[in-house]
């Protein structure tokens, strides 16, 4: 019975938030541009830093994708007043982040480096090392 109660509560969840980011939209006949892909050009033409730090907020990694340079760090803190990771592709695994909670991982290999929030799987975000 309680995994039907949280399956309930999870669906109305995720419908919930559906609903809220449908909500503001207006029609048009104009073509659309996805956001994620103007904002991934954007990301992608920035110089890479030498560390950077990802907020953890409204279940969103952001900026959901940074450049930083071989040896580098990001930093991630959640401002959620849930609990949160940070899932590495290939590397570490931070513990559940509460409110104001930080994890830093460093990258000595170029590459991309996805990753994901083990808890709310529709958080996802990358590292890109150069």
């Given at each position: 019975?309680?995994?039907?109660?949280?399956?309930?509560?999870?669906i109305t969840f995720i419908l919930a938030l559906f609903l809220a980011g449908c909500a503001g939209q207006k029609a048009s006949n104009a073509p659309q541009i996805p956001s994620s892909d103007v904002s991934a050009e954007?990301?992608?033409?920035?110089?890479?830093?030498e560390s950077a730090e990802v907020e953890i907020k409204?279940?969103?990694?952001?900026?959901?994708?940074?450049?930083?340079?071989?040896?580098?760090?990001?930093?991630?803190?959640?401002?959620?007043?849930?609990?949160?990771?940070?899932?590495?592709?290939g590397m570490a695994d931070s513990d559940?982040?509460?409110l104001n909670q930080e994890f830093t991982q460093v990258f000595d290999k170029a590459g991309e480096y996805p990753y994901i929030c083990t808890i709310h799987a529709s958080m996802t975000g990358k590292v890109i090392v150069k």
């Open positions: 019975m309680k995994k039907i109660l949280i399956a309930i509560t999870a954007v990301i992608s033409s920035q110089p890479a830093q409204d279940f969103t990694f952001t900026p959901e994708t940074v450049t930083i340079q071989k040896g580098g760090s990001v930093t991630w803190i959640n401002l959620d007043s849930v609990q949160h990771t940070v899932s590495i592709d559940k982040l509460g």
